[in-house]
């Protein structure tokens, strides 16, 4: 019984085919901090899409805002949006996982989970520094109106914000991770023993109690009586 529990929780879920509770889903703390990483990524595209393009008043040409670094605003726009499509795709599986029967494929998305999220914590480390960097460099004379200021000063703060944010998901999924490799189930398929019959029963089971339900007078021969002696056969 103990191992058919574990099996059942297999990577922090239950077993597979159990019906989809959208309230339990949105309440579970993987899930708000996947939405939280979601929207982060939204504000900080959003912000460089939609203002980080500023031009001198003489100037007809608008530039990225800091610094007039084109690659600033396309590494914060292009990472917004790849995180963007991650946490989609990430969610998506997250309501699937609980209907993958197999361990190993369990296995398989909870890796890939803690891969891709250690994997943006890093590049939003990157994104921070390189952002605030030339943000603190950019020229005065470049801006003078100071326009698209507080969209650049979001974006770093929410690039800052999605290094933790990330991070705790690597971590969430790192636990999971341990909860199925404690499962004991580590190389194994897990299948509900109520839908296969004629499974072989467990190791270790006891059979002697059905030898209390064999009857002895059932038998069609005859128990040997030594009394009657030898007796021997005519031909």
Not at 155 to 161: L, M
Request: charged share 15%; net charge negative; hydrophobic share 45%.
């Amino acid at each position: 019984m103990e191992g058919v529990m574990q099996g059942m929780q297999a990577y922090g879920a239950g077993k597979a085919g159990g019906a989809f509770d959208p309230l339990t889903f949105f309440q579970q703390p993987q899930t708000i901090l996947r939405l939280v990483c979601w929207l982060f990524s939204i504000v900080i595209f959003g912000c460089i899409a939609n203002e980080g393009y500023v031009n001198r008043p003489d100037e007809i040409e608008e530039f990225c805002i800091f610094n007039r670094n084109q690659n600033a605003c396309n590494y914060a726009v292009g990472m917004g949006t790849l995180a963007f499509l991650s946490c989609a795709a990430f969610l998506a599986l997250d309501v699937y996982f609980p209907q993958i029967s197999s361990v190993k494929d369990r296995k398989k998305a909870v890796l890939a989970d803690i891969g891709v999220s250690a994997f943006w914590s890093f590049v939003w480390f990157v994104g921070f520094c390189f952002l605030a960097n030339q943000w603190q460099v950019a020229k005065e004379e470049d801006n003078p109106l100071r326009e698209g200021a507080d969209a650049a000063r979001a974006a770093i703060t929410f690039a800052f914000f999605s290094i933790f944010t990330w991070a705790v998901q690597a971590f969430l999924g790192f636990q999971k991770y341990k909860l199925g490799a404690d499962s004991a189930l580590f190389s194994q398929e897990y299948v509900d023993p109520t839908a296969d019959p004629n499974a072989a029963a467990p190791m270790g089971t006891d059979y002697t109690g059905y030898a209390a339900d064999i009857d002895p007078a059932a038998s069609t021969e005859p128990a040997f009586d030594g009394s009657a002696g030898y007796q021997g056969q005519e031909y």
